[in-house]
């Protein structure tokens, strides 16, 4: 029973193992810049937030800035919608578009949420939302 | 006179959800803090989804034990409970993350691996429906409902922490929240768990009922 039973936890931690590194890769939607520039349909790439990068194109209602990877790749990216609530706050962004040749035309920028609730208590900064715009 | 626990949890959790649209205030950081309170109905079903599963595994393995046919109809019951519960732990997602990211689905870990989750357990069900005979069906369920465990913790709690995700993981430890979502988070843990009780007890006693009333 007892050699059995150890046999059947190593089988089990074996497969978990196995079934984690295997798994691994395919559970993230997330691509590297250098695959993002190639790559012939959309696609997601995450990094942090060059806040310094923020620039507002008022007359294109286009919002830019740089994410910058681990490795210190940066990527321009562009986005013509009204800039998310949180945006300013941001570090780690997620940007869902298609490389035009020299940056990410972004259909969708997602903002890692907060991990502390900060509620009563606490200032809220003003925010700074950019009207929707009308073709 | 003694108060029934289910009229506790009724009162209870009719407080939770006043508090947490009243009493507490909007998050700050969160692209709408207004909505960050789904907090207190997200966590709670996820939990209560793992809740589920464990219970499933502790009465399979009561089963095997004893094989004893009630320890099965306790393990299928609380296996459902952690499917529905998972279910909504996947639809609150979306919401929350539809609102807080700004795109109900896009295929992060955490959405991946929750989804593999309800896969996983789906099986289970499957299962027990391609069985005929009680007794066989009991025993191969039990064993699905065990090994189903590890696989269900490194979904639930590793996968999303070992690659990037946007969804937090450190949100459940101290210091991450400001008094009023403390008090009202902890209070909805402990409602919904009585509520998980009360579901699940009523759950067995269905199931015994049908049972006895296929051998009538």
């Not at chain 1, 959309?42 to 923020?54: C, E, F, M, P, Y």
């Not at chain 1, 940056?103 to 997602?110: G, K, P, S, T």
């Not at chain 2, 094989?67 to 919401?95: H, K, P, Q, V, W």
Request: hydrophobic share 50%; charged share 20%.
């Amino acid at each position: 029973m007892k050699k059995s039973a150890l046999f059947g936890l190593v089988v089990v931690v074996g497969f978990v193992a196995f079934g984690a590194t295997a798994f691994k890769e395919a559970a993230t939607p997330y691509v590297s810049f250098s695959q993002a520039r190639t790559a012939p349909s959309a696609v997601q790439i995450k990094g942090t937030l060059d806040k310094r990068s923020i620039r507002l194109d008022s007359i294109n209602r286009t919002l830019h800035f740089d994410l910058v990877d681990e490795g210190g790749d940066r990527m321009p990216v562009s986005y013509a919608k009204p800039e998310p609530g949180n945006f300013r706050q941001a570090t780690e962004v997620v940007v869902v578009g298609r490389y035009d040749g020299h940056e990410m035309q972004a259909e969708n920028v997602l903002v890692k949420c907060p991990s502390k609730y900060q509620g009563r208590g606490v200032e809220h900064p003003p925010y700074v939302k950019i009207p929707p715009h009308t073709p | 006179m003694s108060v029934p626990y289910q009229l506790i949890c009724g009162v209870w959790m009719a407080v939770v959800i006043v508090a947490s649209f009243l009493f507490v205030g909007p998050a700050r950081g969160f692209r709408e803090p207004e909505a960050a309170r789904i907090l207190f109905y997200h966590v709670p079903v996820a939990w209560l989804a793992v809740l589920g599963f464990l219970t499933a595994m502790v009465n399979a393995i009561h089963y095997l034990r004893t094989r004893r046919i009630e320890f099965d109809l306790r393990s299928a019951s609380a296996a459902e409970m952690g499917f529905l519960f998972c279910l909504l732990a996947t639809l609150t997602g979306a919401l929350f993350a539809h609102v807080q990211w700004g795109m109900a689905w896009n295929w992060d870990p955490r959405e991946v691996s929750i989804l593999v989750l309800l896969l996983l357990y789906g099986a289970y069900f499957a299962l027990r429906s391609a069985v005929e005979e009680e007794e066989r069906r009991a025993s191969l369920s039990a064993a699905y409902a065990i090994l189903s465990v590890p696989p269900m913790i490194f979904l639930v709690f590793v996968l999303p922490r070992i690659v990037f995700s946007l969804h937090p993981s450190d949100t459940v430890k101290s210091g991450s929240m400001t008094p009023d979502y403390r008090v009202v988070f902890l209070a909805s843990l402990v409602g919904f768990t009585l509520l998980y009780t009360w579901i699940y007890q009523l759950r067995v006693r269905v199931e015994v009922l049908w049972r006895t009333a296929k051998h009538v």
